[in-house]
C-alpha cells in the first residue's frame, strides 16, 4: 500500500511540474519567418530587381591612367622600386639555390667517403676473420 502511494505521488508531483512549464523554446525565435521579417518588411518598397553590369570584366586588370604629371612620377618610382625589389629577390634566390646546390654535392661526397671507409673496414674484417680460420 505504501508503494503505491509514493507512486501515486511522484506522478502527481511530475504532472504538477509539467503543468507549470513555460512552452515558449529559444528556437522559435531565431525562425526563418521571424528572423527574415525584417528584412522583407524593408525591402517592400524596392521594385526593381538586380541587374547583371555588362561593362565590368573580371580580366581587366589595367591600371587607370594618371591624372596629373605629379601621380604619374609616383607611379613610375613605385614600377622602379618594384623592380629593383624584383630583382633582388630573383638574386637572393640563387644564391640560395647555389648554396643548396653546393651543400647537397658536399654531403654527397662525405656520404661517399663514409661508405668507402666502410666497405674497406668491413673487408679487412672479413679478410682477417678469413685468415685467422686458415691460421687454425
Given at each position: 500500500?505504501?508503494?503505491a502511494l509514493k507512486i501515486?505521488?511522484?506522478?502527481?508531483l511530475a504532472l504538477v511540474l509539467a503543468a507549470c512549464g513555460d512552452t515558449d523554446d529559444a528556437s522559435?525565435?531565431?525562425?526563418a519567418d521571424t528572423v527574415e521579417m525584417p528584412a522583407d518588411?524593408?525591402?517592400e518598397t524596392v521594385e526593381e530587381e538586380p541587374v547583371e553590369d555588362l561593362d565590368a570584366d573580371?580580366?581587366?586588370?589595367?591600371?587607370?591612367?594618371?591624372?596629373t604629371a605629379n601621380e604619374a612620377v609616383v607611379?613610375?618610382?613605385?614600377?622602379d622600386r618594384a623592380?629593383?625589389?624584383?630583382?633582388?629577390?630573383q638574386d637572393v634566390a640563387a644564391r640560395a639555390q647555389a648554396a643548396a646546390a653546393a651543400a647537397a654535392r658536399d654531403t654527397t661526397d662525405r656520404v661517399r667517403e663514409e661508405a668507402r671507409d666502410n666497405a674497406q673496414d668491413m673487408q679487412s674484417a672479413v679478410n682477417g676473420s678469413q685468415a685467422e680460420r686458415v691460421n687454425r
Amino acid at each position: 500500500m505504501k508503494f503505491a502511494l509514493k507512486i501515486t505521488a511522484i506522478s502527481s508531483l511530475a504532472l504538477v511540474l509539467a503543468a507549470c512549464g513555460d512552452t515558449d523554446d529559444a528556437s522559435v525565435e531565431a525562425e526563418a519567418d521571424t528572423v527574415e521579417m525584417p528584412a522583407d518588411v524593408a525591402l517592400e518598397t524596392v521594385e526593381e530587381e538586380p541587374v547583371e553590369d555588362l561593362d565590368a570584366d573580371a580580366s581587366n586588370t589595367s591600371v587607370a591612367p594618371a591624372t596629373t604629371a605629379n601621380e604619374a612620377v609616383v607611379t613610375e618610382r613605385q614600377i622602379d622600386r618594384a623592380e629593383a625589389a624584383g630583382t633582388q629577390a630573383q638574386d637572393v634566390a640563387a644564391r640560395a639555390q647555389a648554396a643548396a646546390a653546393a651543400a647537397a654535392r658536399d654531403t654527397t661526397d662525405r656520404v661517399r667517403e663514409e661508405a668507402r671507409d666502410n666497405a674497406q673496414d668491413m673487408q679487412s674484417a672479413v679478410n682477417g676473420s678469413q685468415a685467422e680460420r686458415v691460421n687454425r
